[in-house]
């Protein structure tokens, strides 16, 4: 059986909740991939590191669902990039994964042994 190993979360372990890291990074506004990866990162103290197709394809999956919506922001160096806001609908899923994480928690505590 694959563990994390060596301090960091198994991505089997996250990915269902992959969505509501993202959203709740965009809560206090737009941002674009590589500062979400890099915020994710930072805050998990380097625990979870998302992969970059893993990141683009919640991108898709939360576009697509219309939780986020995406536009292109002008940057100095005159390459476009891509930023992502998060849309009432996608308050709204946030909210509800959050219920479901405190759910799940709670279902999950029951079967961890500590000793």
């Given amino acids: 059986m694959k563990t994390g ?5 198994s991505s089997d372990v996250i990915r269902g909740y992959n969505d509501t890291i993202i959203l709740y990074l965009l809560l206090d506004g737009p941002s674009y991939g590589y500062e979400i990866s890099r915020r994710i990162k930072e805050l998990s103290n380097e625990k979870y590191i998302i992969k970059e197709t893993t990141l683009y394809s919640a991108f ?3 576009e697509k669902n ?5 536009f292109y922001g002008s940057e100095t160096n005159g390459k476009r990039r891509t930023y992502y806001e998060i849309t009432q609908e996608g308050r709204k899923y946030y909210r509800e994964k959050c219920e479901e994480w405190e759910l799940t928690k709670e279902v999950v505590e029951k ?5």
Avoid at 5 to 9: D, Q
């Fill in 111 to 115: 079967f961890i042994r500590r000793d």
């Fill in 5 to 9: 190993g060596g301090g960091l979360i």
């Fill in 60 to 62: 898709t999956r939360l």
């Fill in 66 to 70: 219309g939780c986020i919506a995406s």
